[in-house]
């Protein structure tokens, strides 16, 4: 029988997927148009919990490892006119679904949804609000960029009664930092984590990825271990993908300096370890 590690390197350079949505990307096709996609929302059954999500595609500088849909922008125009788009499109799924769905979970993902100001990101709210009945004791997080984090922002989330925010840490190595285009210091970070709880804001997530450039277990260890002083309730640990033929920016990052299979499965054991034996 394969051992743990054996089964894990035996795909580590396959083309399997890192995690799944629904549907998965093969069948999105050119068949499933609006009014197939107005045909499924009106047989939503009345009175069936939902989770909405938003994305805001733009971001003030690109990370090199990034893999999600965004596009870097200096400009607030382009970040504006999408959102009055958005807030068409939280009108349009409403009408489509014809009843006030109760929501038990809102995700405000990106990109960047800290490039939303806080006036415009409390107008969106308070759509959705007026669109679907938002449960009292709704999980409402957002996904916070330290780096582009402002008061007026935290005090609208606030006020919003977001109460989970999802910070992109990803390593706190000077080095890798450099080498994917995202430098920000731990002071930075635990100003973000200080000003969200002062708002009243207790829940919070850290990001962190492993296979990075330069990374190496010690790093990845030391990363873990600056983190914990910052009591973040829930650590997400994603895999680097390096897949430049599909994200163009990607090819800024040296491939040689990337860690292979047996360095990758050292970095997430050591991690899973240490946030084990912290509780």
Same mark, same amino acid.
């Given at each position: ?17 890192? #995690? ?32 909405? #999500? ?37 009108? &349009?799924?409403?009408? !489509?679904?014809?009843?006030? &769905? ?76 450099? !080498? ?6 731990? @002071?930075?970070? !635990?100003?973000?984590?200080?000003? &969200? ?11 962190? &990825? #492993? ?19 910052? !009591? ?45 034996? @912290?509780?």
């Amino acid at each position: 029988m394969m051992s743990r590690t054996e089964i894990i390197l035996a795909y580590a350079d396959r083309r399997i997927p890192r #995690y799944t949505s629904y549907p998965t990307a093969p069948h999105f096709t050119s068949e499933v148009d609006a009014d197939v996609y107005r045909s499924w929302l009106a047989a939503v059954p009345p009175g069936m919990a939902a989770s909405l #999500y938003l994305h805001v595609p733009f971001c003030r500088t690109m990370c090199w490892y990034c893999g999600c849909h965004t596009r870097a922008t200096l400009q607030s125009e382009p970040v504006e006119r999408y959102l009055d788009a958005l807030e068409l499109e939280i009108d &349009l799924v409403a009408a !489509a679904i014809g009843g006030r &769905l109760p929501v038990v979970h809102i995700h405000w993902g990106g990109g960047s949804p800290t490039l939303v100001r806080g006036k415009r990101f409390v107008r969106i709210m308070e759509r959705i609000r007026s669109r679907f009945e938002v449960r009292e004791d709704a999980e409402i997080a957002v996904e916070v960029d330290p780096r582009t984090l402002r008061d007026d922002l935290v005090e609208a989330m606030a006020a919003s009664g977001v109460n989970r925010a999802s910070i992109g840490v990803q390593t706190f190595d000077a080095q890798v930092q450099k !080498a994917i285009n995202r430098p920000q210091t731990y @002071a930075l970070v !635990a100003k973000a984590a200080t000003r &969200l709880r002062q708002a009243g804001i207790g829940g919070m997530n850290a990001d962190l &990825l #492993y296979g990075l450039p330069h990374q190496t277990v010690r790093s990845a260890e030391e990363t873990v271990v600056q983190l914990l002083e910052l !009591a973040p309730e829930r650590v997400s640990v994603f895999g680097y993908a390096h897949v430049p033929h599909m994200k163009k920016h990607q090819r800024l990052i040296d491939e040689a300096a990337l860690p292979g299979p047996w360095e990758r499965l050292a970095q997430v054991d050591c991690i899973a370890d240490t946030l084990a034996a @912290a509780g």
